[in-house]
């Protein structure tokens, strides 16, 4: 007879081990702040950055690294204390993995390429990779399809009813790609203007994440204005109708559709369940914002100097009964009075969320 085995991990008690930040909050300008609790489900060392997250259906995290290398993880046993972390694949034909999205069940693709902090991207470098869960832990990555006009493409979504088909917000082209990974065929489904120029190290960044809503392509621009009257940086979130197969009629332009005093807006996620609120991750602001369809606004976590969202840039919730109501955030770290974290992955419990 086999021994029978019983503690799996030390479980969580929630109240205990959700902490309440003490640093101070800056205050936004509507709600103020509304900061919830939050633990840290996966601490990686100064020069990882985790870039974009997505949730299987079995409840496990799947996220992306830009930095040191293009690699997968997975975090499982997220009720432990102590959540298990798994380095699922690294492609090392590329340098940097970024948007990650479900195209069918337990099936992932990710947008990866050549990326440098240093020396920009390199146009030509970029694809898409598929993560197949369905026999097992995928093994490798398999190449979907090459994005040879791409510049930076950057966050990745699914067309609602046609998950097929993948949406990719180029942040240097402002070219909304769409793959179909079925057939591996790339085309546009919306081009915004400007088009920065890739020759650069550096160009701007624009428009970044993108999801699909009620008929609707939203997007975050990161692109940061000066604000007139308070003289603040601020980014927007933009809105498009799109059809069915989420191609922007050629005509339309875009509206604005949200403003934030933050000076980059990254990628966003609606919820929790059928709740029409945007949880948006601040990037620089180190800072996670929560909107409502009026355009009410607060900060839900972190803070221009705590390390407990820094640089965040991305969020998704759980999708298990017992997690639908936390937010998952990926961050990449940064340094603040002199001290250097890397990138982690913060839990986010929202059922005190009030508007
Ligand atoms: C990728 O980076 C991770 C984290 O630093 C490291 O553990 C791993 O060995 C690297 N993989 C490759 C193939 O370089
Ligand atoms: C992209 O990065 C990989 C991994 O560092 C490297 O092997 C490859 O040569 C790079 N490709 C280009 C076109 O620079
Ligand atoms: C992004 O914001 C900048 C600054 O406001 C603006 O010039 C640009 O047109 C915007 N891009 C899109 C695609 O909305
Ligand atoms: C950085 O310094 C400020 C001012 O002293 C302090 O309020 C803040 O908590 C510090 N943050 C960190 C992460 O050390």
Known sequence: MLPFIIIACELLTLAASLSVPSAPIHQSRHL????????????????????????????????????????????????????????????????????????????????????????????????????????????????????PDAALPNGATTVPQNNHLVLLADSLLNVVWRVDVKKGTVDKAAQFSPESDTSGVSGIIGINGVHVHDGYLWFTNSTATINAVTGDPETSMYRIKVDEDGVAAHDASAEKALTLPSEGMDDFTFGPGGRNIKWIAGNVENKIFAATPDGKYAVVAGASNSFEVATATACKFGRTRRDSHVLYVTTAGGTINGTTEGGKVQAIDTTGFRV
């Open 32 to 147: 103020g702040s509304n900061i919830l609790p939050n633990r840290v489900i996966a601490q990686f060392p100064p020069g990882t950055w985790v870039e974009n997250i997505a949730v299987r259906s079995n409840g496990n995290l799947l996220f992306t690294t830009i930095l040191p290398n293009a690699s997968l993880y997975e975090a499982s046993a997220l009720d432990c204390q102590t959540p298990t972390i798994t380095r699922l694949f690294t492609v090392d034909t590329i340098t940097s993995f970024a948007g990650i999205t479900e195209t069918s069940k337990d099936v992932f693709a990710i947008i990866g390429g050549n990326f440098s902090l240093t020396t920009g991207v390199i146009k030509g470098t970029f694809g898409l990779w598929k993560a197949d869960f369905t026999h097992g832990q995928p093994p490798s990555a398999e190449l979907i399809a090459s994005l």
